[in-house]
């Protein structure tokens, strides 16, 4: 079975502080994607990162970083120097299988306070 | 410009009457697939397409059915409308097998079942 979840359903921080929303997920494939997406109160989805099980290595995009550990099976995403545009929902998902089929997280809403 | 569009955007109907919602995209991909956006549940898969005339059922496919019998068109069909069917519906393409390669997301219909 395939399940991804995110424990933390609502976090709020102050401008510029840091923050990691968890992602744990669930699968008996060796080969699988794991991904985190992006909603703003706009509602469109905004593809932010792919990372195959394959490659462990954390991966940076300006303030957005990436921790995937195949130990923990968590793949987990940090946001330093938040700002009130991050504001957002923030799902992380899981493919595995054919590839075809993809599992979402239930979802962290973030609130970035001024 | 490349996109994946939706209509209509919103909808209030009745239970028991047949509708359709459209998806298409304007970017020659293969991989087309339907999700809804529950509260708590996160976005779950009803169906996927991985080419013309190829089909297949997500994780949440009762109560829906689809076909692809053009490329860039996979539209969602609703034939006996519940309650419970009322969500957010995303459609969604990649260029190739879903999790190889980024998915573009339409903009959301909004169904309320009553």
């Known amino acids: 079975a395939q399940k991804v979840t995110q424990a933390q359903t609502e976090i709020s921080v102050v401008e510029k502080e840091d923050v990691t929303l968890d992602c744990v997920y669930e699968?008996?494939?060796?080969?699988?994607?794991l991904f985190w997406y992006k909603q703003p109160p706009s509602g469109e989805l905004v593809f932010l990162i792919r990372?195959?099980?394959?490659?462990?290595q954390n991966e940076i995009s300006g303030r957005y970083s990436w921790n995937f550990q195949k130990s923990t099976s968590s793949f987990n995403f940090t946001i330093t120097a938040s700002q009130v545009v991050d504001s957002a929902v923030y799902f992380c998902?899981?493919?595995?299988?054919?590839?075809?089929?993809?599992?979402f997280g239930s979802g962290t809403k973030l609130n970035v306070k001024p | 410009e490349a996109q994946v569009t939706q209509n209509p955007r919103y909808l209030i109907t009745v239970t028991g009457k047949k509708l359709t919602v459209t998806c298409s995209q304007n970017?020659?991909?293969?991989?087309m697939s339907w999700y809804r956006q529950d509260p708590g549940l996160g976005l779950r898969q009803i169906y996927y397409?991985?080419?013309?005339?190829?089909?297949d059922k997500g994780d949440v496919p009762e109560g829906y059915k689809v076909s692809r019998k053009e490329k860039r068109n996979f539209p969602l069909i609703l034939e006996s409308p519940s309650p419970n069917q009322t969500s957010l519906y995303f459609c969604?393409?990649?260029?190739?097998?879903?999790?190889?390669?980024?998915?573009?997301f339409g903009p959301g219909t909004r169904l309320t079942v009553t």
């Open positions: 998902a899981l493919s595995g299988g054919n590839f075809n089929k993809f599992y």
């Open positions: 397409s991985m080419n013309v005339e190829v089909t």
């Open positions: 990372r195959n099980s394959f490659d462990e």
């Open positions: 970017m020659n991909h293969e991989y």
């Open positions: 699968t008996r494939d060796t080969t699988y994607y």
């Open positions: 969604a393409s990649s260029l190739g097998q879903g999790a190889y390669l980024e998915q573009y």
